[in-house]
């Protein structure tokens, strides 16, 4: 059998990369939406219209709009990784990365968390983004963690999440409409807060 030729084999690497690029484009387009609107708002017209495609090519390649948001929670997760990178230890570059974040996706989060009862694809959107979130701070506070029992542990990881969830930065930031300095200053206070009751070691003469 006869190897393909270079010429070939260029076609099919570019014709293989326009299609990720068309792909991504999509994806792109449809968070952007996502990011704006309510998610049983959007609709593949748009979108496709958004990426410069057809609904056909939008079918295609992901089925349909749960399909789409499967892709979605995979660029979405990659992005907010990276902006949510952080020492171990340094707690107000987490608030500060954590903040920035929220004021990017946080408003998307909370529309999505408001529709989850009505639609099932969401649910698994959100419960990778809880197990996300949750996993981020354990890594954050890991030696922290380790040296506590299993419930201790259990507990302090709850503490950490609820302190640093997207409601409590929904709280201050639309409910009480607090600036994003006064967000950062309250959530470090309260995280602050956490760490010391449940993972500083208390000394044999403090009470339990």
């Known amino acids: ?11 099919q690497t570019a014709r293989a990369l326009s299609a990720e690029a068309t792909g991504q484009r999509i994806v792109d387009a449809f968070l952007a939406r996502l990011m704006t ?12 219209a958004d990426a410069g495609v057809t609904v056909q090519t939008v079918v295609r390649r992901f089925g349909g709009k ?5 892709d979605a929670v995979s660029t979405l997760g ?14 107000e570059r987490l608030v500060k990365n954590l ?13 999505l968390l408001a529709l989850e009862l009505r639609h099932a694809a969401l649910t698994e959107f959100l419960d990778v983004g809880r197990r996300w979130h949750r996993d981020w701070l354990a890594g954050l506070f890991a030696d922290e963690l380790a040296a506590l029992d299993a ?13 640093t ?29 956490t ?13 339990p």
């Open 1 to 11: 059998m006869k190897s393909s030729s270079p010429a070939r084999r260029y076609s």
């Open 37 to 48: 609107q309510w998610y049983d708002e959007i609709t593949l017209d748009r979108v496709a």
């Open 66 to 70: 749960q399909g789409l948001l499967a």
């Open 78 to 91: 990659r992005q907010i990784n990276e902006s949510r990178a952080t020492r171990p230890g340094d707690v």
């Open 99 to 111: 903040i920035e974040d929220y004021e990017q996706t946080g408003d998307a989060v909370i529309r």
């Open 151 to 163: 419930a201790p542990r259990k507990r302090a990881l709850d503490a950490l999440v609820i302190t």
């Open 165 to 193: 969830d997207v409601y409590t930065w929904k709280i201050l930031r639309r409910d009480m409409a607090r600036s994003v300095a006064a967000t950062e200053a309250t959530m470090k206070c309260m995280l602050g807060a």
């Open 195 to 207: 760490i010391a009751e449940f993972l500083t070691p208390k000394s044999s003469g403090d009470k």
